[in-house]
Nanobody, 124 residues
Framework: QVQLVESGGGLVQAGGSLRLSCAASKRYAMAWFRRAPGKEREFVAAISWSGTRTYYAESVKGRCTISRDNAKNTMYLQMNTLKPEDTAVYYC?????????????????????WGQGTQVTVSS
């Protein structure tokens, strides 16, 4: 049974920072997605199985950094200069595939396993 356990969400003021974590039962190519109220799920960032390749949505590029600690099978998302529009439930996702094209890894269909989500709320 694959388990993905997210943590680190919370309430923060605009301009603040948060670090999300996602602990997995083994190493996978992984990503963060988010769903804001009334909106579709959207891609945030992804990291390859090795950790050598990273991908970001334009909306978070320059403000967020995805990383992983392979010894701990844990992925992180450091989010800085947070904006109210970053408010969403953030989901960790993992793929059984080692990697793929940019189009592939930024699509939800690429991922086989999903965490329960962690709420991020940014107040203005």
């Amino acid at each position: 049974q694959v388990q993905l356990v997210e943590s680190g969400g919370g309430l923060v003021q605009a301009g603040g920072s948060l670090r999300l974590s996602c602990a997995a039962s083994k190493r996978y190519a992984m990503a963060w997605f988010r769903r804001a109220p009334g909106k579709e799920r959207e891609f945030v960032a992804a990291i390859s199985w090795s950790g050598t390749r990273t991908y970001y949505a334009e909306s978070v590029k320059g403000r967020c950094t995805i990383s992983r600690d392979n010894a701990k099978n844990t992925m992180y998302l450091q989010m800085n200069t947070l904006k109210p529009e970053d408010t969403a439930v953030y989901y960790c996702a993992a793929s059984r595939l080692v990697g793929g094209t940019v189009l592939a890894v930024t699509a939800g269909e690429f991922y086989d396993y999903w965490g329960q989500g962690t709420q991020v709320t940014v107040s203005s």
